[in-house]
């Protein structure tokens, strides 16, 4: 007999559940497909629990470069420090979730770099999210939850990254993890410096009304570092102005700051500072502002002073009055001679150095909070 675990509710009675075991491996691949995050990134890794987006099922794997596939792993994911994640899943019952499983993995990790690419990868994500009817932008800005203008293309380049240095982690997981197999997975994950190794053991409790399921990660404690961002701190409007040494550049800066906060949103990143306006659609950047001391492209090429919109890339169903407003708003900077092209195929900007920002301030403050009271409208 399994386990029972008893639930209470609010008027005090109790309900059993019974342990049940999954019935095959395809019915806990598909739950965690669905749910990925019972791969309980928190216990993995408390300081920055990791979140995974799949990027698909069944990932075939070859043998050698530009060769047919020869396996194909039950799960590929990434977190969100862009480390592509094997999932092999098992059940507890089946022979093979002790050392077979092992020789999988491994031969997964070592033909991985030369079967798999970031664009390859990329498209494979894309083809998985589609099937779910969702944006690939939404799905990768939920992943990364950053403060920061979302950069799909500079997310897959970290992929490639990762690959390219076998920078992996691989995951067993079944409905019981026996204790030999968490022993080898602990040994080579403290033996492969790249490569972190982890077995997840996820126990499902039922009833006639409700299940449970209750995720349990085994080993890797010593490698939680080698995986995760370094925190950065958000810019403040106090530090933002600091950065502008010049009293002129700085009461332009502050000039577009107080429309935006008066008729949008202004979104404190790491580098930057997003002026985003508000609509019944959802909020999103139409400026992205710059202080001197931040060198060189900021997100999809923005700089300095730069006015434009990514909405439009990434949403083809876009309404048509927003669309027609959004297409008005950059129109405006084409003919501008002080306005440089932003030239990246996922946006439609235009960046104004802070000396010429200065000297027409008056046209980018009315052209800010005029798009702004229309966007709002909308």
């Known amino acids: 007999m399994g386990e029972r675990i008893f639930v209470q509710d609010q ?66 994911l990434v977190d969100q420090d862009a480390i592509p994640t094997l999932v092999e899943v098992k059940r507890g ?38 099937e779910g009817d969702r944006p690939s932008q939404e799905v990768l800005g939920e992943l990364l939850q950053s403060d920061s203008e979302l950069d799909a293309d500079a997310f897959w380049q970290k992929v490639a990254t990762n690959l390219d240095a076998v920078r992996l982690r691989l995951l067993i997981v079944a409905d019981d993890i026996p204790s030999p197999l968490k022993q080898i997975a602990e040994f080579l994950d403290s033996q492969m410096p790249n490569v972190e190794v982890r077995t997840v053991e996820i126990k499902r409790y039922r009833n006639h009304s409700m ?38 550049t700085r009461e332009a800066a502050i000039r577009l700051l107080d429309i935006a906060e008066d008729k949008g949103v202004v979104n404190w990143g790491q580098t930057s500072v997003a002026i985003k306006a508000q609509c019944s659609w959802r909020p999103f950047s139409i400026a992205w502002l710059y202080p001197p001391s931040r060198e060189g492209l900021g997100w999809y090429g923005t700089k300095e002073f730069t006015f434009g919109e990514a909405v439009t890339e990434y949403y083809p169903d876009l309404d048509a009055n927003l669309r027609t407003a959004l297409g008005q708003w950059t129109e405006q900077f084409r003919t501008d001679p002080f306005a440089e092209k932003v030239m990246t195929k996922n946006i439609t900007a235009w960046s104004i150095n802070h000396d010429d920002a200065v000297a027409h301030i008056d046209v980018l403050a009315e052209r800010l909070a005029h798009v702004l009271t229309r966007l709002s409208s909308l």
Do not use: C
Request: no cysteine; charged share 30%; hydrophobic share 40%.
């Open 211 to 248: 299940q449970i399921l209750v995720p349990r990660v085994f080993g890797g404690s010593t490698k939680g570092s080698r995986t995760t961002s370094v925190p950065t701190q958000r810019l403040t409007r106090e530090v933002f102005l600091d950065e502008f040494p010049d009293q002129t």
């Open 11 to 76: 008027e005090g009675q109790l309900a059993s559940l019974e342990e049940e075991r999954f019935s095959s491996e395809d019915e806990l691949q598909a739950l965690l497909a669905a749910r990925p995050e019972l791969l309980d990134g928190e216990q993995m890794n408390p300081d920055a629990p990791r979140r995974w987006m799949v990027v698909a099922r069944e990932q075939g794997i070859a043998q050698a470069a530009g060769e047919g596939d020869w396996w194909s792993v039950d799960h590929l």
């Open 93 to 130: 019952a089946n022979s093979e979730v002790r050392r077979t499983v092992v020789g999988q993995m491994l031969e997964y990790a070592a033909h991985a770099r030369l079967s798999w690419n970031a664009d390859g990868m990329r498209r494979a994500f894309e083809d998985t999210v589609r």
